[in-house]
């Protein structure tokens, strides 16, 4: 039974014209510590009666930009209305309504006697801008599915990076931070008890660091806040030996081990194939699920699930084929099994919480590390396990290996968000450094000043500053690090 810790206040969501990203810090923790079940009250699912299942979770996202009326920070959604004849920018009210519409399909399902699920994730920035630009009609769409206890069984939310920014080439320091202002945010808009309920992570990009300590304290304020598992693509990991995933369609036991020698391990989902929004806009992962039977973990028989994850917006197939194929396909579970038999889909917390009361441990997953890291440990001893030695085995690797990096991996190796991009990354780092000198020890991070600082921090961490390119987005970057610079100094 989930129970909230008592006196909990309510959350402003903007304060001085600011998202509600700090300042409540012990409340959060508070809130999200816990080892309560979040859907085994209320699922609907029995293990016996099913064959194998799939999640799919639909991933939301856009930049806050300096470019409103003189500056301003604005979200990339208010600007592209402002411009309807640049670029892509006349997608800009479709996009409104994929934010939304999982709030009509969801019910609309539902009452068709239709079992269906969905994961959501909805970085920091789009939630702002939301609210910047007064969609209040898209936030309450969200809220109905979030909160009334009637939808809560078939969506559940995952938590992100507060900016969109990916983990490899983040200052290690502002991990955390950006994990928590999520979550400051969230609960603010949606409520304690819906921040309580969120225990799945969705890193922006897929982009799974494998730096040693960067993986290490990724994986430490993941637990610190609250988060069971997180989803993984599945060509970011391989085996404790090196090699490449063999059981894909179970949960993993991700292992983090640091320049220390220290370990830490989190469950991991794994994201399957490439980035292609066509395998969640024509329902593949329902499809890939019916080619499948149970699988072992431990002594245990349990259903594989294959979890896939895409933009909810991006791209014709899912601004104009998704709805129809999202539909169709729950109508066909409805019609083969009700909805709960044969094959199912679920949320990610829903089937690790019904595979662990079938008797599955953590112990018994199958283990799994990033990309590369084998080619360290089987060079590093245990024994010998210090930072410079590790450091040496890297630089070792790098000189020795052409293809061997430490910028993680994510659901495509064809991008970079790290070469190319020193104008960006340099002033990135220097801000970083300017905020936790400057700041972070000196003043409560609920004054105005500590949120104005910790805003520009966050959004120069943005990834598509480091994705479209030089030109108007490095610009962008570029002015929201002077800013920055300017309210710390």
């Not at 939808?151 to 290690?172: D, K, N, R």
């Not at 391990?265 to 499809?287: F, R, W």
Request: with cysteine.
């Amino acid at each position: 039974m989930l129970t909230l810790p008592s006196h909990l206040p309510t959350l402003p969501e903007i304060i001085d014209n600011l998202p509600n990203i700090s300042g409540w810090e012990t409340e959060v923790l508070s809130v999200v510590n816990h080892d309560a079940p979040i859907f085994s009250p209320s699922t609907n699912l029995n293990l016996a009666d099913i064959k194998a299942v799939f999640a799919i979770a639909l991933h939301m996202h856009q930049p806050t930009i300096p470019a409103g009326d003189n500056g301003a920070l604005i979200s990339n959604l208010q600007d592209m209305f402002a411009h309807p004849h640049t670029g892509d920018n006349h997608n800009a009210a479709p996009f409104a309504y994929c934010y939304s519409r999982m709030g009509d399909f969801i019910p609309e399902l539902v009452q068709q006697g239709c079992n269906p699920r969905v994961m959501l994730d909805y970085s920091g920035n789009l939630l702002w801008g939301l609210r910047q630009m007064g969609r209040s009609d898209i936030l309450d769409n969200l809220k109905r599915i979030t909160c009334d206890r009637t939808y809560q069984p078939y969506v559940e939310w995952l938590g992100t990076m507060w900016s969109h920014a990916v983990i490899p080439s983040t200052p290690i320091a502002d991990i955390k931070l950006h994990i928590i202002a999520w979550q400051h945010q969230f609960a603010a808009i949606f409520g304690w008890e819906a921040l309580a309920r969120v225990k799945g992570f969705s890193p922006p990009e897929m982009h799974l660091p494998n730096h040693p300590d960067t993986l290490y304290e990724f994986v430490k304020a993941l637990k610190e806040c609250g988060y069971r598992w997180l989803l993984v693509q599945e060509h970011s990991i391989e085996t404790i030996n090196g090699e490449s995933i063999i059981h894909k369609h179970l949960p993993h036991q991700l292992i983090a081990r640091n320049s220390q020698g220290e370990t830490i391990s989190i469950t991991a989902l794994i994201k399957t194939q490439g980035s292609d929004t066509k395998l969640v806009g024509q329902m593949q992962p329902y499809y890939e699920a019916k080619t499948l039977s149970s699988q072992q973990i431990g002594n245990v028989f349990i259903p594989p699930i294959v979890s896939q994850i895409g933009d909810g917006e991006n791209g014709g197939v899912m601004m104009n084929e998704f709805p129809s194929a999202f539909k169709q396909a729950w109508q066909e579970m409805l019609n083969q099994g009700g909805g709960k038999s044969g094959i199912v889909g679920v949320c990610g917390t829903e089937y690790l919480e019904l595979i662990t009361a079938a008797g599955c441990n953590l112990a018994d997953y199958p283990q799994c590390q990033p990309v590369g890291q084998h080619q360290i440990w089987q060079r590093v001893s245990v024994d010998n396990c210090q930072p410079e030695v590790v450091e040496n085995v890297i630089q070792e690797l790098k000189q020795n290996h052409p293809n061997f990096h430490m910028d993680g991996a994510s659901w495509t190796n064809h991008i970079s968000w790290v070469k190319g991009y020193e104008n960006v990354l340099s002033p990135m780092y220097q801000l970083s450094s300017l905020f936790h000198q400057k700041l972070e020890q000196l003043l409560p991070t609920n004054t105005t000043k500590y949120r104005q600082a910790l805003l520009h921090n966050l959004l120069l961490q943005t990834s598509c500053f480091r994705y479209w390119g030089q030109g108007a987005w490095t610009d962008y970057a570029r002015e929201i690090y002077q800013r920055g610079e300017n309210l710390l100094s």
